[in-house]
Structures are given as structure tokens and as C-alpha cells.
């Protein structure tokens, strides 16, 4: 199976502190409400289908849901879809949460959602080619697909590992792995062999001092990718 399990139980170690804006996935806290809006800047998530590959503990999945979305989040950490259907459970969001890789929700229901997302999660697969191939045909002809992941280069691993995970400490030690990096060159390529067409990149900049993040043009290290998988001929 395409999926690496040490990264697995890594998330799952950490499972308990998903909604913990505080804790180790607060930069995703942080960045949720941005790629939130750059979503929405690109389709209007009220009323579709929305598919989240690598939901975690549903920090995008609920907000997608709040927004009007019907959305599943799948994850291969069954301790991560707990604190996710429970976090739901408390906040009466309704959002599906299946233990299910996305290669086999692709051959069990493709097709079948308006919008994909995939954030955060590329870089943690051994094949991730695979998993832009299985969103291509998760998602229905016309819709949506969006990625979020981290470049590769020289620059990418001073800010990303060296000075995320060792002296700012945004992100734990271990977090990321420099060799998983995606050059959004490499990206776009497994897009468009899966039938996605690129739309846009955007870079996802934190600046000295208050390292804020904000949406900018450098995708140099953390980036996003919308995609559209094109309208069947005669659609
Ligand atoms: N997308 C979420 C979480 C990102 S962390 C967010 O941005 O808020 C990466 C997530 O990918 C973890 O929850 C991890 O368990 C999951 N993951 C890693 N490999 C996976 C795989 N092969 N299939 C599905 N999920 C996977």
C-alpha cells in the first residue's frame, strides 16, 4: 500500500492534540482560515461534495462542513478519525470520517465529489504521484482539486526543517523529511497525467518577526495548487 507507517503512528502519537490551537499543529490553526478563502475564491464550497484525502483531525474538513459543504475525510490513523468524529460529535458539525485510503475510495466511488482537497499530506506518502492519480478520478469531471505541500530546494530545507522544526520550533523535530519534498514542476506533472488541469499556485509565506502566515506569489518553500479535472466532452 502506498503509505508510510511510520509517518502513520507519528500522527497518531499526536492524535490527542489536533484541536489544540497551541500545540503542535498550530501552524495548521494558523493556516486554515487562509487556504479556507482560497478555496472559496475558487468555487463556492456551500452545498458540494467535498472529499478531504489526509483529514487528520478535521481542522479543514469541519471548516468545509461550517461552510455548507457535505464532506468525508479520510485518514489511514484511526486515533486521528477519533478525536475527528468526536471533535464533530461536540461541535454538531456533520462531517463523514472513513478509514480509507484514497487509491481504494477511487476504485469503490469514482467520480463522486465536487471538490478534492489533499493539504499537507503529499510529502508524507511514499508515492504521491498515486495519490494525485486516485484524486483525478475522485473528483467528478469539472471539479475541484486543491494540494497544498512543501518545495524542494535548498531554501525549502533552511526554512521548512532547519528553521521550522529546529529553531523556531513551529513544527516538531521529525516533522517533515527534505528527500519527500514536491517541486511544484514535479506536482504539476502528476496533475496533468491524471487529468487535472492547473489553475494556479499560490505561495504560503510566515515572515520574521510575528511569522504570520499570508498567501503571496513565492512558492519557494510552503505552496498550494488548484486544479480542475476538465468537463466531459459534450458536459
Ligand atoms: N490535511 C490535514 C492534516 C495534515 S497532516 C490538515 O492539513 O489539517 C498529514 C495527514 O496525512 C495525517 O493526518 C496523516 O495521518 C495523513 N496520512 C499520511 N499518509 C496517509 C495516507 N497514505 N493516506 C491517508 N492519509 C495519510
Known amino acids: 500500500m502506498n503509505v508510510s507507517e511510520s509517518e502513520i503512528k507519528k500522527f497518531a502519537d499526536a492524535a490527542h492534540?489536533?484541536?489544540?490551537?497551541d500545540g503542535e499543529f498550530r501552524t495548521l490553526h494558523q493556516i486554515n482560515p487562509l487556504r479556507l478563502d482560497w478555496i472559496g475564491a475558487h468555487v463556492a464550497v456551500d452545498g458540494m461534495r467535498v472529499l478531504d484525502i489526509?483529514?487528520?483531525?478535521g481542522l479543514l474538513a469541519e471548516a468545509l462542513a461550517l461552510r455548507g459543504a457535505a464532506v468525508t475525510g479520510i485518514d489511514l490513523a484511526e486515533k486521528s478519525l477519533k478525536v475527528a468524529r468526536l471533535h464533530a460529535l461536540e461541535t454538531g458539525v456533520k462531517v463523514?470520517?472513513?478509514?480509507?485510503?484514497a487509491e481504494?475510495?477511487?476504485d469503490e466511488q469514482p467520480c463522486s465529489f465536487d471538490i478534492v482537497c489533499c493539504m499537507e499530506m503529499l510529502e508524507h506518502v511514499p508515492r504521491p504521484a498515486e495519490i494525485v492519480e486516485a484524486a483525478g478520478r475522485l473528483v467528478r469531471p469539472g471539479g475541484w482539486v486543491f494540494f497544498s505541500t512543501i518545495n524542494r530546494n535548498p531554501k525549502s530545507f533552511a526554512?521548512?526543517?532547519v528553521a521550522a522544526e529546529y529553531l523556531l520550533r513551529l513544527v516538531p523535530r521529525g516533522t517533515h523529511a527534505y528527500e519527500a519534498f514536491i517541486r511544484?514542476?514535479?506536482l504539476a506533472a502528476w496533475c496533468r497525467a491524471a487529468g487535472l488541469d492547473v489553475v494556479e499556485f499560490k505561495g504560503l509565506e510566515m515572515r520574521i518577526p510575528n511569522l504570520q502566515p499570508h498567501l503571496s506569489d513565492n512558492v519557494d518553500v510552503n505552496y498550494f495548487l488548484a486544479c480542475r479535472r476538465a468537463a466531459a466532452s459534450g458536459a
Open 17 to 21: 492534540g489536533w484541536w489544540d490551537a
Open 54 to 57: 489526509g483529514c487528520g483531525g
Open 96 to 101: 463523514e470520517y472513513r478509514h480509507v485510503a
Open 104 to 106: 481504494a475510495l477511487a
Open 159 to 161: 526554512l521548512a526543517i
Open 184 to 186: 511544484p514542476s514535479e
